[in-house]
């Protein structure tokens, strides 16, 4: 059974770097093609960040594209997100998931918590 | 395309029948269409896919319905476990997902 594990640092200084790692045990990452991040906050919801495929094709959110990459290693089993120029307003929960079926998302992280803050 | 869900807030008991919708803002294919429930502490955790196709280990008691603009979740008879918040979420173009606000289901 697959499972996902996000890691991250907890705490951002404003206008720093956010970079998070999401891990997958219990099955290869090539299982799945499609992998995302998204994100949540009292104040907006769920918002979806990014998207990329076994292929290395790539999708963003508009409203953060100018800011994030997303990026995958095959060989670590890991999927990777950068946020650069960090807010107060990007503080959230970021979670990964895995796609099994077409234009959803069923496997999913825990979670972690970011918090920018100086 | 913007989602819409209502109510925001539904209290019904256990055993009853829970009705929550969720409006798009523009006629979508029922393929995109997707519904999950997440509880506090939680990730979201996908109930339905394609409208009404119920993802992996989910109980016949949840069913999706809709088409155009306008889609329901239905819980048939609610469960003490099933008292949680409901996203619907689209896929679309730009950005490619969204998510509806939300429908919190409370025991009344």
């Not at chain 1, 206008?15 to 093609?33: A, E, H, P």
Request: aromatic share 12%; hydrophobic share 30%; glycine share 10%.
């Amino acid at each position: 059974q697959m499972h996902l594990q996000e890691s991250g640092p907890g705490l951002v200084k404003p206008s720093g770097t956010l970079s998070l790692t999401c891990t997958v045990s219990g099955d290869s990452f090539t299982t799945l093609y499609w992998w995302t991040w998204v994100r949540q906050t009292p104040g907006k919801g769920l918002e979806w960040i990014a998207e990329i495929s076994q292929t290395g094709t790539t999708y963003y959110n508009p409203s953060l594209k100018s800011r994030s990459t997303i990026s995958m290693d095959k060989s670590k089993n890991q999927l990777s997100l950068d946020l650069k120029s960090v807010t107060a307003a990007d503080t959230a929960v970021y979670y990964c998931a895995g796609q099994t079926f077409e234009y959803s998302y069923e496997i999913w992280g825990p979670g972690t918590l970011v918090t920018v803050s100086s | 395309i913007v989602l819409t869900q209502s109510p925001g807030t539904l209290s019904l008991s256990p055993g009853e029948r829970a009705t929550l919708s969720c409006g798009a803002s523009q006629t979508t294919d029922s393929r995109y269409l997707a519904w999950y429930q997440q509880k506090p502490g939680q990730p979201p955790r996908l109930l339905i896919y394609g409208t009404s196709t119920r993802a992996t280990g989910i109980p016949d008691r949840f069913s999706g319905s809709g088409s155009g603009t306008d889609f329901t979740l239905t819980i048939s008879r609610l469960e003490p476990e099933d008292f949680a918040v409901y996203y619907c979420q689209h896929y679309g173009t730009s950005p490619l997902y969204t998510f509806g606000q939300g429908t919190k289901l409370e025991i009344k």
